[in-house]
């Protein structure tokens, strides 16, 4: 394989998501979808590690995408909880009359340092799918920006996947080719592909206390085998850690097609961005997209990653 260093990294937009560039709906719908599996698979909005949720006064969702995981939440805590959804854009902002009053959106850069208004506001601060947008340097920046709005023994819960440990069950040529694009494409970006394992350590060395995972959790697990761009982290400290093809049955199919499509997105966010890659050209990329859809379709692979979770404490 080529090695990505050798390519022209692609300049940097606003927002450095690369799936950014597709029309709203169709992104709304991708998100949601994930959003749904990921609750499924994990099991809940709001861990339970979060003591007393009912008596919450105030929580953000940093890098909030359409803003489904505070609107549900909402729904589950008392109205007196605020809760704010963030993002560097709000082209997928939810419409404010379909949304209770104590949910609201703002814009905010998380890369760049937060307002003072919003330090030590928040009991809990949740973010989710950054993976695929950080470089590798910015997740400490991340994790320092978001730590100054988070209350003295406030919790920060990081929802993440692994863009490296996407792989094609059972693994056939074009599925597995297709998988390999993520991880292929974060690290063209100065991502690292396995850039999870090192979030334990980021919130370790910015004041946060990590919480185990409860007993019968699945991340007594190894990891999978990888070859880390950077020093992984000695000890993960996953609070919940799905392995890719150990998903609920039930959440399969929908995972896996949905991934799919969002693959297929990047395939042609390559092809018109002229990114080199060893599998398919811009003139190809339809074969190859067409071939991926037949060799991922009823009855063929299917698509997964790693789901983990990591909470922190602030230190009081
Ligand atoms: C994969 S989506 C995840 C959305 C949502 N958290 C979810 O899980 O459904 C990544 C989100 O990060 C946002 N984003 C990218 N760069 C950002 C930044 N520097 N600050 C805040 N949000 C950012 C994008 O606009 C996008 O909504």
Known sequence: ????????????????????????????????????????????????????????????????????????????????????????????????????????????????????????????????????????????VVVKNVAKIIKPGGYLVWNETNPGSTQAIPP????????ALLGYMCKLRGGDPFCCNSIPNHLKNNGFVIIPPPVLNTSTRPIPEYAPVTTPAADTRFYIHVVGGEFKPETVETWSRNYVSGLCSIVSYMAQNDVRNEWFTPE?????????????????????FDLITVIGRKKI
Do not use: C
């Open 1 to 140: 394989m080529e090695d990505p260093k050798s390519v022209a990294p692609i300049s940097r937009s606003k927002s450095t998501y690369v799936v950014d560039f597709e029309p709203p709906e169709k992104e709304r719908i991708r998100l949601n979808t994930q959003h749904g599996v990921f609750v499924e698979n994990t099991g809940h909005l709001l861990p339970p590690a979060i003591p007393d949720h009912g008596n919450l006064n105030a929580v953000a969702d940093i890098a909030t995408g359409t803003g489904i995981w505070p609107t549900q939440l909402s729904e589950l805590l008392p109205s007196t909880v605020i809760l704010h959804g963030f993002d560097i854009t709000d082209r997928l902002f939810p419409d404010p009359s379909t949304i209770r009053k104590n949910v609201s959106f703002s814009l905010l850069n998380v890369l760049e340092p937060i307002s003072e208004t919003l330090y030590e506001k928040y009991d809990v601060v949740h973010i989710r799918g950054l993976s695929f947008v950080l470089k590798t340097e910015e997740w400490d």
């Open 172 to 179: 056939t040529k074009v599925a597995s080719q297709g998988a």
């Open 284 to 304: 190809t990329a339809g074969e190859f997209v067409e071939e991926f859809l037949k060799e991922t379709g009823e009855g063929g692979s299917k698509i997964f």
